[in-house]
């Protein structure tokens, strides 16, 4: 059975950093894009950012640009998640997950499946 699942949340001010984890189980995604996703209150799921296969190319969502940076260790089957600056516009319920495909890195959630459960993260002001 296919399990991912985040780690690294919590509470952080305003300009502090906090570093997610995403580790999977059940079988290896080193050949698949990954990607990490956020959900506030009310609001819609958005893309945060995704990396490669061998983390040779990563993308951005505008709002994080700049401030988050994402890696990954195929041999841990894990990615992860640096969040520097952290704003409370950053707070939110933060997901990660696998492409369905090879090759592009997509940035709409459709495109990825196998998910985790989330970890919350509170910047406060």
Same mark, same amino acid.
């Given at each position: 059975?296919?399990?991912?699942?985040?780690?690294?949340?919590?509470?952080?001010?305003?300009?502090?950093?906090?570093?997610?984890?995403?580790?999977?189980?059940?079988?290896? $995604?080193?050949?698949?894009?990954?990607?990490? $996703?956020?959900?506030?209150?009310? =609001?819609?799921?958005? $893309?945060?950012?995704? !990396?490669?296969?061998?983390?040779?190319?990563?993308?951005?969502?505008?709002?994080?640009?700049?401030? $988050?940076? !994402?890696?990954?260790?195929?041999?841990?089957?894990?990615?992860?998640?640096?969040?520097?600056?952290? =704003?409370?516009?950053?707070?939110? @319920?933060?997901?990660?997950?696998?492409?369905?495909?090879?090759?592009?890195?997509?940035?709409?959630?459709?495109?990825?499946?196998?998910?985790?459960?989330? #970890?919350? @993260? #509170?910047?406060?002001?």
């Amino acid at each position: 059975q296919v399990q991912l699942v985040e780690s690294g949340g919590g509470l952080v001010q305003t300009g502090g950093s906090l570093r997610l984890s995403c580790g999977a189980s059940g079988r290896t $995604f080193s050949g698949y894009p990954m990607g990490w $996703f956020r959900q506030a209150p009310g =609001k819609e799921r958005e $893309f945060v950012g995704s !990396i490669s296969w061998n983390g040779g190319s990563t993308d951005y969502g505008d709002s994080v640009k700049g401030r $988050f940076t !994402i890696s990954r260790d195929n041999a841990k089957n894990t990615v992860y998640l640096q969040m520097n600056s952290l =704003k409370p516009e950053d707070t939110a @319920v933060y997901y990660c997950a696998v492409a369905r495909t090879y090759g592009v890195l997509p940035r709409r959630s459709n495109e990825y499946h196998y998910w985790g459960q989330g #970890t919350q @993260v #509170t910047v406060s002001s």
